[in-house]
């Protein structure tokens, strides 16, 4: 399993209690199914961790994938024509769990993402890099 964890993302600690928002892009459907399990500011998360605000948590999206991914040729083809990254790129959007935002952006001016991918059947694969980029939005469609 491989967990991924982007650049840290600055912020600001008045940010903490507004609805927050991770906007993930560049995820491959064109391989394995599986669970993207969000946690914020814990880049040592893995399976095992707890699914709490203490540890991060922020919750989860899923990706039903094509199966098994695409031969090279068609894939290196697919990447050339879009720029590089994903074969069958698509968005997935989470509403990150508001205590688990107040918590870790309470102590800190960074936000650091990582996603650890749990295959959909027991055993199964997961992507290599779950995620090419994400970008956490606060406060969309609040009124002003």
Do not use: C, W
Not at 3 to 10: F, K, L, Q, R, V
Not at 83 to 102: F, N, S, W, Y
């Amino acid at each position: 399993m491989a967990t991924y964890t982007a650049p840290s993302i600055p912020v600001s600690r008045s940010l903490a209690s507004r609805r927050a928002e991770l906007v993930f892009t560049g995820i491959d459907q064109a391989g394995p199914s599986f669970e993207g399990r969000v946690f914020l500011n814990n880049p040592d998360a893995d399976e095992s961790t707890a699914r709490t605000p203490e540890t991060g948590y922020a919750g989860a999206f899923h990706v039903y994938g094509y199966g098994t991914p695409a031969p090279p040729a068609i894939a290196e083809k697919a990447r050339q024509a879009q720029g590089g990254g994903a074969v069958a790129p698509i968005e997935k959007r989470l509403r990150a769990d508001e205590a688990t935002v107040r918590a870790v952006l309470g102590g800190s001016d960074e936000l650091t993402v990582t996603v650890v991918p749990v295959a959909a059947d027991p055993g199964g694969a997961t992507p290599d890099r779950p995620f090419e980029h994400v970008d956490i939005v606060f406060d969309r469609g609040a009124a002003e």
